[in-house]
């Protein structure tokens, strides 16, 4: 049974950092190309990071300013979000997901809440 279990959330005041994780089961995990993505209240789901096999192609979006890294542990079936100098607008739940198409596994998601 495929399960993606992320961690790591919480609140945090803008400009502080977090770290995500989300441990995988049941799949090959070191196969797959894993994402990142985060869904803001009344707004809709968008990908935050991606990572490919092997970690060989590795992407964040333009929005994410630098500010955010994804990462890999092969060892571990996990896969990392690091995001620094949080903004209040980023406040979303986030989710980890792989697969295309109809063959696509999400994670239940974490809250991630940015305010002073």
């Known amino acids: 049974q495929v399960q993606l279990v992320e961690s790591g959330g919480g609140w945090v005041q803008p400009g502080g950092s977090l770290r995500l994780a989300c441990t995988a089961s049941?799949?090959?995990?070191?196969?797959?190309?894993m994402r990142w993505y985060r869904q803001a209240p009344g707004k809709e789901r968008e990908l935050v990071a991606a990572?490919?096999?092997?970690?060989?192609?590795?992407g964040t979006m333009d929005f994410t300013e630098g500010r955010f890294a994804i990462s890999r542990d092969d060892a571990k079936n996990t896969v990392y979000l690091q995001m620094n100098s949080l903004k209040p607008g980023e406040t979303a739940t986030y989710y980890c997901?792989?697969?295309?198409?109809?063959?696509?596994?999400w994670g239940r998601g974490i809250q991630v809440t940015v305010c002073s």
């Open positions: 049941g799949f090959t995990f070191l196969n797959q190309t």
């Open positions: 990572i490919g096999s092997g970690s060989t192609l590795t």
């Open positions: 997901q792989f697969g295309l198409g109809y063959n696509v596994n």
